[in-house]
């Protein structure tokens, strides 16, 4: 069964900061991972998408990158700014067949001004 | 991008009274809509896979009485929580696959919520 942990559970920074956030899971047959930002009471909005096969996904400050071999993939936010602060969950479907995604419990992000 | 409506996004009811919650693809068809449930600074937890035009297939530990799902056409879902209590009170998502041609992508769309408070 796939397990997936996002460290810090919660994070803390100035406005300006290039930040890291973690995403580790323990199967890594998996067919894509996929990142999402959760304001609180609100529902999930995508952010980024990497299948399987990719190293990196960018947008705009944001990029993701996949390890499948090591089990892990990464967020980063260049320059942070008070409208990043949120709860970025990563989701993975494992590639045995339901493709259905296990989420993380998130971290949560505050960036102060 | 594709977008999936729910509705209603909050509601309050009495205990013992039932709730529905709809969930729509509004530019695709989707032939799996899953429901999620998500308790305060949790994550998501899954409920249930709706497959349109058969029943649900239930996680571990998810009552299919208390929670019951139609996925009547490619494009709605709905999730009705029976008899609510207290403990039902919980964030509620759903989430729609887009399915094209002979196979689906497997990119999931998500609605908006629902905050199920139940006095």
């Known amino acids: 069964k796939q397990e997936v942990t996002q460290i810090p559970a919660a994070l803390s920074v100035p406005e300006g900061e290039n930040l890291v956030l973690n995403c580790s899971f323990t199967d890594s047959a998996i067919y894509n991972l996929q990142w999402f930002r959760q304001d609180p009471g609100k529902g999930l909005t995508s952010l980024l998408l990497i299948q399987s096969s990719q190293r990196e996904q960018t947008s705009g400050r944001l990029n993701a990158s996949l390890d499948k071999s090591s089990g892990r993939s990464t967020l980063y936010i260049a320059a942070s700014q008070p409208g990043d602060s949120a709860t970025y969950l990563c989701?993975?479907?494992?590639?045995?067949?339901?493709?259905?995604?296990?989420f993380g419990r998130g971290t949560s992000l505050i960036v102060h001004p | 991008g594709a977008v999936v409506s729910q509705h209603p996004s909050w509601v309050i009811c009495k205990s013992g009274t039932s709730v529905k919650i709809e969930c729509r693809s509004l530019d695709f068809q989707a032939t799996t809509m899953f429901w999620y449930r998500q308790f305060p600074k949790q994550s998501l937890m899954l409920m249930a896979t709706s497959n349109e035009g058969s029943k649900a297939t239930y996680e571990q530990g998810v009552e299919k009485d208390k929670f019951l799902i139609n996925h009547a056409s490619l494009t709605l879902s709905t999730l009705t929580v029976t008899s609510a209590h207290p403990e039902d009170s919980s964030f509620y998502i759903c989430s729609a696959r887009e399915t094209t041609g002979m196979g689906a992508k497997n990119i999931q769309y998500f609605g908006a919520g629902t905050r199920l408070s139940v006095l």
């Open positions: 989701a993975v479907p494992s590639s045995g067949g339901s493709y259905i995604p296990t």
